[in-house]
């Protein structure tokens, strides 16, 4: 089992810079990608980036393409998600997750990011 602590959420106005860090330990060897995904209130969580411990290959949700960087320090187990240009629609609880041989089976806490117009 892979253990996920996310930190780095808080209020920032639109068009504000945040970045949220992901610690994992815990059996990270078995995982293929850590990922980000998002739930705002009232609606389903979705996908919002992800990267291969790997190689490096990341991949983005269409609505986060341009304006969100995933990256990993290997070293530190530690996954970054830059969030720049942020708008009132990205507004959720981001919870990181690791992706296993059986599918995405371990989650962070999660944390807050707020985004005020």
């Known amino acids: 089992q892979v253990q996920l602590v996310e930190s780095g959420g808080g209020l920032v106005q639109a068009g504000g810079s945040l970045r949220l860090s992901c610690a994992a330990s815990g059996r990270t060897s078995g995982s293929y990608r850590m990922g980000w995904f998002r739930q705002a209130p009232g609606k389903e969580r979705e996908f919002v980036a992800a990267?291969?411990?790997?190689?490096?290959?990341?991949y983005y949700a269409e609505y986060v393409k341009g304006r969100f960087t995933i990256s990993r320090d290997n070293a530190k187990n530690t996954v970054y998600l830059q969030m720049n240009s942020l708008k009132p629609e990205d507004t959720a609880v981001y919870y990181c997750a690791a992706e296993q041989p059986t599918g995405w089976n371990s989650w962070g806490q999660g944390t807050q990011v707020t985004v005020s117009s």
């Open positions: 990267i291969r411990w790997n190689g490096g290959n990341t």
